[in-house]
């Protein structure tokens, strides 16, 4: 369907190349994160025989330093829009450095404190790439974040399947987790050039903030519209559950069910595979019927599909909770910025991003508690706490009232 609000020659300029160049290297960068949350450090959780609570603060100091450094990276994108390729290129670049250090790690303290690193390069990279595409897709805000998202599923897809088959020697050579990490420098530099270089002649469709002071108050503007207010509390709910499950399932296909290191990315990339289809087709809908209308039951159905992994048996009934779940799980963040998008009518789009993205600062301890509750008992239950949290998220998001999307609003004569 064509879209039905107009969007100027200049806006349109460049837009599709930058597209797919932001969403080439959200793939690149989470075939960096998935192969680390999915498959290194269980791997790593095993060699040093760490605890399910060493394992949740793990994930909580690289949610930490994530969550801050977003909110700072939301300023320069606001404040520096027209360099957003620069920005994009040092996140990939830093990423490449941390992961180089990763794999030097002998001990629990050490490697909490690479963590730490770890989780700067990644919270640099959303908030000016997804402020782009919205500035330069205003007629298709919710497709266009939903194909950056799709870029992230793909990379989600990419990076745990190609690490499990270096750890097993699918290629005919082993390499060590160690040395995995180490080469992990030289693609994230090539590719932080490439980018870069891609980027650099694209036309912003807003040269950003004026001054300190001018983004402080369109920031303390955007804090003060209530609908922005509960959609970074949904996030943040969202976020304990996803953290919960993120972190301790692949614990417990590697080892409550006993599968090998490249069975375990086999079945979370089925998730992925269900996520990169969802994704643009949800954002779609949601650009055409409203965010809510699709946002409700998709959060609902994914607290139930965390509750589901529970009671699951090992093999068919898993294996179908896992890939329906993908296809909720990667699409709902990229809604939940649409909406804020929707929310903020076009100011600070950067500075939007990092606030729901800082929102994830909240499931920053919820791997801790999930440890706990797995050395206590079962580390299935994490799925409980995580389907618990998702579920009052979306009682919440039941009564929150979203504004219309652009295009409703352009059906509907502007009222």
Known sequence: MESSIHVSEEIRRG????????????????????????????????????????LGALSMSMRITSGVTTMGAGYLGDRFANHSGLMLAISLGILGVSFFLLGSVSNFWFLFAVMLLVGIGPSIYHPPAIAALSRKFPDKRGFAISLHGTGGSIGNLIGPVLVGALLAGTFYFVMTWQNVLRFSLIPAVIFAVLIYVLMRNIPAADEGTKSFNDYFSR????????????????????????????????????????????????????????????????????????????????????????LGLRFADPGYQL??????????????????????????????????????????????????????????????????????????????????KLPKTANQLAESGGS
């Open 15 to 54: 837009r599709n190349k930058l597209a797919a160049t932001v969403v080439g290297g959200h793939a690149v960068k989470h075939i960096y994160n998935a192969a680390l949350q999915f498959i290194l450090l269980p791997v790593i959780k095993v060699s040093l025989s760490l605890t399910g609570t060493q």
């Open 219 to 306: 920031l303390f503007f955007l804090v003060r519209k209530r609908a922005m207010i509960m959609l970074v509390l949904l996030t943040g709910l969202r976020s304990m559950g996803q953290s919960a499950i993120q972190t301790f399932l692949p614990v417990y296909l590697l080892e409550d069910l006993g599968y090998s290191e490249i069975v375990v990315p086999l079945y979370l990339a089925g998730a992925q595979a269900a996520g990169i289809v969802a994704q643009p087709i949800m954002g779609h809908l949601s650009d055409r019927y409203g965010r809510k209308v699709v946002l409700v039951p998709a959060v609902v159905a994914l607290g139930l599909l965390y």
């Open 319 to 400: 294996i179908v909770i896992i890939l329906i779940m993908g296809s909720f799980q990667y699409s709902l963040h990229s809604i939940f910025i649409a909406s804020a998008m929707d929310v903020a009518q076009g100011e600070s789009q950067s500075t939007v991003v990092s606030l729901i993205y800082g929102a994830t600062f909240f499931g920053a301890f919820s791997p801790i508690v999930a440890g706990i509750i797995t050395d206590a008992t079962f580390t299935s239950n994490a799925f409980v706490y995580g389907g618990i949290m998702v579920l009052i998220s979306a009682l919440i998001l039941a009564v929150v």
